[in-house]
C-alpha cells in the first residue's frame, strides 16, 4: 500500500505563490491517480484537483486557473502548486491516492490512501 508525505505548507501572504509536494514510497505510484483536498475550519474535506495515471487533470472551480497538479512518476511525487493565493485558501491540504480507475470524481471515498496532511495560511 503506497504511504503518503506532504511538504511544503506554510503561512504566506495574500497573492503569493506556494508548491506542495507529496511523496509517495511502498506501492507502485505510477498505478495511482493523484488527488489534492482540502480541509477548512469546521467543513467537510473537500476535493481540489486531482491527476489521472496517464496526466489527465481535474480541479475545482475555485482554483481553476490559479493551481495545477503535476506528478513526477520517476520521483513519485505530486505537486500542486499554488499561485495568487486567497485568504480563503487557508485550509490543512490532504494528499490522496486512488488505485481505482478514476474519471474525476470529486468524492473523498474515490481515493484510498492519505497522508497526514499540511497546513496553508494566507494572510491578507
Known amino acids: 500500500q503506497v504511504q503518503l508525505v506532504e511538504s511544503g505548507g506554510g503561512l504566506v501572504q495574500a497573492g503569493d505563490s506556494l508548491r506542495l509536494s507529496c511523496a509517495a514510497s511502498?506501492?507502485?505510484?505510477?498505478?495511482?491517480?493523484m488527488g489534492w483536498f482540502r480541509q477548512f475550519p469546521g467543513k467537510e474535506r473537500e476535493f481540489a484537483a486531482a491527476?489521472?495515471?496517464?496526466?489527465?487533470?481535474y480541479y475545482t472551480d475555485s482554483v481553476k486557473g490559479r493551481f495545477t497538479i503535476s506528478r513526477d512518476n520517476a520521483k513519485n511525487t505530486v505537486y500542486l502548486q499554488m499561485n495568487s493565493l486567497r485568504p480563503e485558501d487557508t485550509a490543512v491540504y490532504y494528499c490522496?491516492?486512488?488505485?481505482?480507475?478514476?474519471?474525476?470524481?470529486?468524492?473523498?471515498?474515490?481515493?484510498?490512501?492519505w497522508g497526514q496532511g499540511t497546513q496553508v495560511t494566507v494572510s491578507s
Open positions: 490522496a491516492a486512488s488505485s481505482g480507475y478514476y474519471t474525476g470524481s470529486p468524492q473523498p471515498d474515490a481515493f484510498q490512501r
Open positions: 511502498e506501492g507502485t505510484f505510477s498505478n495511482y491517480a
Open positions: 491527476i489521472s495515471r496517464i496526466g489527465n487533470t
